[in-house]
């Protein structure tokens, strides 16, 4: 049994809040996607639909989960050569292409609830209508 020292806790500890962080952001992009997939149903029913709530949903979804894979891979990694004595820091660079990833989807997935929204202002201004008056 080798000698345990505070480094290799500190890391351990680094390595455990890092997997945590990037599973916490897998849940809250899944959260997102189930707000998308209710506002889809929900707008089915009041007449006022997006095109693109279902397809957002979509891809949160799909984000989420890969988020959630490349941080468990991530993890189980980092561990295993903290135990083998090897170096792990910046050493994952799927976890970097997957990270950009879900940033441009995030990025179009915002960008389109936008535009979107301001065209709905354009065809349903809020504010005083001719029917109050």
Same mark, same amino acid.
């Given at each position: 049994?080798?000698?345990l020292? =505070? $480094?290799?806790?500190?890391d351990?500890? *680094?390595?455990?809040?890092?997997? +945590?962080?990037?599973? !916490?952001?897998? @849940?809250?992009?899944?959260l ?22 279902? =397809? $957002? ?5 799909? *984000?989420a989960?890969?988020?959630? +894979?490349v941080?468990? !891979?991530?993890? @189980? ?21 997957v ?35």
């Amino acid at each position: 049994m080798s000698e345990l020292k =505070a $480094s290799d806790c500190r890391d351990g500890c *680094a390595i455990e809040r890092n997997f +945590l962080s990037q599973f !916490r952001l897998g @849940l809250l992009l899944g959260l997102l996607s189930l707000s998308f997939g209710l506002h889809t149903r929900l707008a089915q029913k009041s007449g006022h639909e997006h095109d693109y709530d279902l =397809a $957002s949903a979509v891809m949160l979804v799909v *984000a989420a989960i890969l988020l959630m +894979l490349v941080s468990v !891979r991530t993890f @189980l990694n980092n561990t295993h050569r903290l135990v083998s004595g090897r170096g792990f820091m910046g050493l994952d660079r799927t976890f970097n292409a997957v990270y950009l990833f879900i940033c441009t989807i995030i990025f179009v997935v915002v960008v389109i609830s936008i535009v979107d929204d301001a065209e709905d202002q354009v065809e349903h201004p809020k504010g005083i209508s001719l029917q109050s008056l």
